[in-house]
């Protein structure tokens, strides 16, 4: 039974992850491959908080939040000057550089990370799959609000044609922060709740191979509809869990369904292929 | 006062004088059509009015008011529209959202109230009343990207309407269409002008120019040429010589190679 | 001291100047971020590994591992990345991820998770001294080795007409193809040499710090598009000048200021500033 929860709680995790990559890369369109990094500044927001400050675990939250959509609004900054290729590459490289400051930095406890994060009493592993799904089920909803308003329509415009959606009266640049803050806060929203889990956190926990598991997932599930990031969530998120040989073999089987996606069906299993491939990778339109 | 006014602009790409000191004016109600040989700079002065980039010199003043250095999005604010020469419809929206997005504008001014409310009903509507207008309402649910290049150009229309714009500015609407699509489309534009909108066109097709505007301007190399009634410009020496001056330079061109 | 950490940067700089080289050509031709060029540089490694292990000759495995590479390359090509062209950028890079990551994972199971070293058990021998400075074997036949394949390379590119044919298509792909270019021969060579370089790259470095290991192209990976992209994406020169200088850099701010930063986050530190300030990159070529 409790290897269900734990099982349930990681998953919780990620579909509120790929909901969160689906605001920034989904919505608006913009590429970023470190956002693994971002769950990591809210988790050690809250390990800092927890262990240097004594504050309570449930006044981290909007701590992790608010240092997380932070550092996402200086990461939007960046997508207004650079684009495409320049700025995948540049969100990789604030991914690499946030882990590697929590790595070497002595503050943050260096290479073995900050350990001893202990839930508040009561708060056991069925209480925090519960909130962990409640985090789910509110990103969800924001990005369900998000995806209907008007500025669910100007994301959408700037991902299609950035000249066009100005011309329209959206101030692109605007919109790309809204974007990343939204969607990197979320990210680290989730922090305290995986600190807490895990017990510790450590840089390396939060490198490019988790992003780009968060990514997979997304992309797999398809991108630009909440179903999609949900379906990629929990269908990568289990399968390696029921099957020993995927747990094994993850890298070399998201590796191979990355490549398979993109040959075959860049729009993702959730997404529907109606309309034509659009600025980013083709996705279904519409609420 | 003039709707729209341009003094000694100028705009300068790393030596080019794609603009050099152009002095214009358009006045509220009329249709005005911008014409001249390739490589005039007919674009360029489109973008720095509409705000793409700013002029290296001069003023642009709509109602009164400096616009230039203004982003693309603060001058669709104070009521321009403008379609594009390429096609830019939103790709992986359906007809009918490319004209709601449009709808949004006001909303756009700010992420808060853009958060705060959503498209209703009578957005819709009033989505569909547009597309009835330029002839697209069958394909209201259909992927703009979808479409041809004809019906794309309708779609821009609509989409740059919905802005409720004081003034109207058209990129090379009809480049690309054949004759019976061209002439659906001007019918369309003279429409849109009886209800009171101010019209600026740039158009290649100096047929379908003429015959819409009450007013020309022409420009040559980055400067006005002349300036004036179709009739009056298609009399100037310098427009004619502007025009044949370059055919001669191409046929000599091409006679060389 | 400080000349000895030159020549130190120096080293590293001309391994990394020929990675960054083969990703910066294959960029310029082909519009695309081949991150999987770190899988086939660890590909190398192992390739050449295997052959050293078997002949114990080094040029042999050299060579041996820059033909493996070279047909890799090929294969990528053609049936990873042709049948995307064409399609949204973002597509191509995350099927170049996937593939990255996949190799990964196969040189794993391929050959066990544990380092695998170079050359068994063979003493250093005393490094050669040069007024004050001290520069090993391995570091010579590295410079050696680097400095004759850029100037291959260099030679390929500028004197030849494949090489003509690349910076035609890297100009303007529709009229290289009206000039009769053939496009996928071209393509292909652009991708096997590029990888080839790579391969020398990973077997280098192998050789140098005498260890082989699957996630040995982790680091690279990012490094390598950190460089491309200081020295201007599809700018050959620019690029083998920023490896250089990312390699100095490296080396000389681990030296003297090794608190600042991990070393391997200054690649990405200046390439983030670069790029704040200079968005096309410092040495970026016209239209790129």
Redesign the interface.
């Known amino acids: 039974m409790y290897y269900y929860v734990v099982v349930g709680i990681m998953v919780a995790l990620y579909v509120t992850l790929t909901l969160s990559v689906n605001i920034i890369t989904g919505y608006a369109g913009q590429?970023t491959?470190g956002h693994a990094a971002f769950l990591g500044v809210g988790a050690y927001t809250a390990a800092m908080l927890m262990t240097k400050a004594q504050v309570s675990w449930w006044l981290t939250f909007p701590a992790a939040f608010a240092t997380a959509a932070l550092v996402g609004l200086i990461v939007g900054a960046?997508s207004l000057?650079?684009r495409?290729?320049?700025l995948?590459?540049?969100t990789?490289?604030?991914g690499?550089?946030v882990v590697?400051?929590f790595?070497?930095v002595p503050w943050f406890g260096g290479a073995m990370g900050v350990g001893g994060l202990v839930p508040p009493p009561g708060v056991d592993k069925y209480v925090l799959l519960g909130l962990t799904i409640a985090l789910a089920v509110l990103t969800g909803l924001i990005s369900w609000h998000l995806e209907r308003s008007w500025a669910g329509m100007a994301l959408r415009s700037v991902r299609d044609d950035e000249a066009a959606a100005e011309a329209m009266g959206a101030d692109i640049r605007r919109f790309k922060l809204l974007a990343f803050v939204t969607g990197c806060g979320l990210a680290g929203l989730a922090g305290p709740l995986y600190a807490v889990h895990l017990g510790f956190v450590a840089g390396p926990d939060f490198a490019?191979?988790f992003s780009?598991t968060v990514?997979?997932m997304a992309?797999f599930g398809g991108l630009g509809t909440i179903r999609g990031a949900v379906a990629g969530a929990i269908i990568l998120g289990v399968a390696p869990e029921l099957f020993r040989f995927i747990s094994d073999?993850?890298?070399?089987v998201?590796?191979?369904?990355?490549?398979f996606?993109?040959?075959f069906r860049?729009t993702g299993l959730l997404g529907v292929t109606r309309l034509k491939?659009?600025?980013?990778?083709?996705k279904k339109g519409g609420a | 006062m003039p709707l729209l006014q341009c003094k000694g602009v100028a705009r300068h790409f790393a030596g080019l004088k794609a603009l050099d000191g152009v002095d214009m004016s358009v006045e509220q109600g009329e249709i005005l059509g911008i014409i001249g040989p390739n490589g005039a700079g007919k674009t360029t002065l489109f973008n720095v009015i509409c705000g793409v980039y700013p002029p290296t010199y001069g003023e642009v003043l709509f109602e009164g008011r400096p616009i230039h250095g203004l982003r693309p999005s603060a001058v669709a604010q104070l009521g321009v529209g403008r379609t594009f020469q390429i096609s830019r419809v939103f790709k992986s929206m359906t007809v009918r959202e490319n004209v709601v997005m449009a709808l949004g504008k006001k909303e756009y001014a700010s992420v808060f109230s853009a958060l705060g409310g959503r498209p209703s009903a009578a957005d819709r509507q009033r989505a569909d009343d547009l597309l009835e207008k330029v002839g697209l309402i069958q394909f209201a649910d259909q992927g703009a990207g979808e479409m041809s290049l004809g019906l794309q150009r309708r779609l821009e229309l609509a989409r740059a309407l919905a802005l409720r714009p004081t003034l109207l500015m058209l990129d090379e609407p009809v480049a690309g269409l054949s004759l019976p699509e061209m002439e659906e489309f001007m019918k369309l534009v003279r429409r849109v002008h009886q209800d009171g909108i101010t019209v600026v066109l740039i158009e290649h097709n100096l047929h379908v120019t003429m015959q819409i505007s009450q007013r020309l301007l022409v420009l040559s190399y980055g400067k006005k040429i002349a300036e004036g009634t179709p009739a009056e410009v298609q009399a100037n020496p310098a427009v004619i010589e502007a025009y044949l001056g370059r055919e001669d330079e191409e046929v000599a061109g091409s006679a060389q190679s | 001291m400080i000349w000895q950490q030159i020549v130190n940067g120096v080293v590293t700089g001309g391994i990394y100047a020929l990675v960054a080289l083969g990703l910066t050509m294959i960029y310029g031709v082909l519009r695309l971020?081949h991150v999987a060029h770190a899988g086939i540089y660890a590909l190398g490694a192992y390739a050449g590994l295997l052959v050293y292990g078997v002949t114990h000759q080094f040029v042999v495995a050299l060579t041996a591992a820059m033909v493996i590479c070279a047909a890799a390359g090929f294969l990528t090509q053609r049936f990873?990345y042709r049948?995307?062209m064409g399609?949204?950028?973002?597509?191509?890079?995350?099927?170049s991820?996937?593939?990255?990551?996949?190799?990964?994972?196969?040189y794993r199971?391929a050959f066990g998770a544990q380092t695998l070293p170079f050359r068994e058990g063979l003493a250093e021998p005393t490094p050669y001294r040069v007024g004050p400075i001290a520069i090993t074997g391995t570091q010579l036949v590295i410079l050696g080795v680097a400095a004759l394949l850029l100037a291959l390379t260099w030679y390929i590119i500028n004197k030849t007409r494949l090489g003509l044919a690349w910076r035609a298509v890297a100009g303007d792909l529709e009229i290289a193809q009206a000039m009769g270019i053939d496009l996928n021969r071209s393509v292909a060579m652009n991708f096997a040499l590029g990888s080839a370089l790579a391969a020398a790259a990973g077997l280098l470095v192998a050789y140098h710090y005498n260890e082989v290991f699957p996630t040995m192209g982790?680091v690279p990976a990012?490094k390598m598009?950190?460089i491309v992209?200081l020295g201007g994406?599809g700018n050959p020169l620019g690029t083998v000048a920023a490896g250089f200088l990312i390699g100095l850099a490296e080396t000389l701010v681990v030296a003297f200021a090794g608190y600042l930063?991990?070393r391997?986050?200054i690649a990405?530190?200046a390439?983030?500033i670069i790029?704040?300030i200079r968005?096309q990159g410092l040495f970026a070529r016209k239209g790129a």
């Open positions: 590429p491959l960046a000057r650079v495409d290729d320049f995948a590459i540049t990789m490289g604030v690499f550089v590697a400051v790595q070497y490019f191979h780009m990514l997979t992309v073999y993850r890298n070399l998201y590796g191979a369904l990355l490549i996606m993109m040959l860049p491939l659009p600025r980013l990778l083709g | 971020l990873l049948p995307l399609t949204p950028p973002l597509v191509p890079l995350i099927a991820i996937g593939l990255f990551i996949f190799l990964g994972d196969a199971l982790d990012y598009l950190a992209v994406l930063l991990p391997d986050a990405f530190v390439l983030i790029l704040m968005p």
